[in-house]
């Protein structure tokens, strides 16, 4: 299994970014998608995940109602919609992949990771 994530950059305060994460190597109907961040510094943290089969969706407290998970599963792709962005969003954004149906929160769940990439969030 290969994730390769992209589309990271500087944002201003208040504008939108929109992470992509392509999957590859196998089927993934029975994975569980997630998007985790590590700012300098700090703990990675759950960020989102999304089950891959129905789509069923969930969000941490603190990106609830700014960010976006969504699949595509024709182009076997995941993305993270993220708008009214923060200067504390700042971080490396990993994807990764768990085999399973369930929603996972922990990063210790996840089977495979992406390298990465930084979001830099400007005030």
């Known amino acids: 299994v290969q994730l390769q994530a992209s589309g990271g950059g500087l944002a201003q305060a208040g504008g939108s970014l929109r992470l992509s994460c392509a999957a590859s190597?196998?089927?993934?109907?029975?994975?569980?998608m997630g998007w985790f961040r590590q700012a300098p510094g700090k703990e990675r943290e759950f960020v989102a995940s999304?089950?891959?089969?129905?789509?069923?969706?969930s969000y941490s407290d603190s990106v609830k109602g700014r960010f976006t998970i969504s699949r595509d599963n024709a182009k076997n792709t995941v993305s993270l919609q993220m708008n009214s962005l923060k200067p504390e969003d700042t971080a490396r954004y990993y994807c990764?992949?768990?085999?399973?149906?369930?929603?996972?929160?922990?990063?210790?769940?996840?089977?495979?990771w992406g390298q990465g990439t930084l979001v830099t969030v400007s005030s």
């Open positions: 190597g196998r089927a993934f109907s029975s994975y569980v």
């Open positions: 999304i089950t891959w089969s129905r789509g069923l969706t």
């Open positions: 990764a992949a768990r085999a399973g149906v369930g929603l996972a929160y922990n990063g210790h769940e996840y089977n495979y």
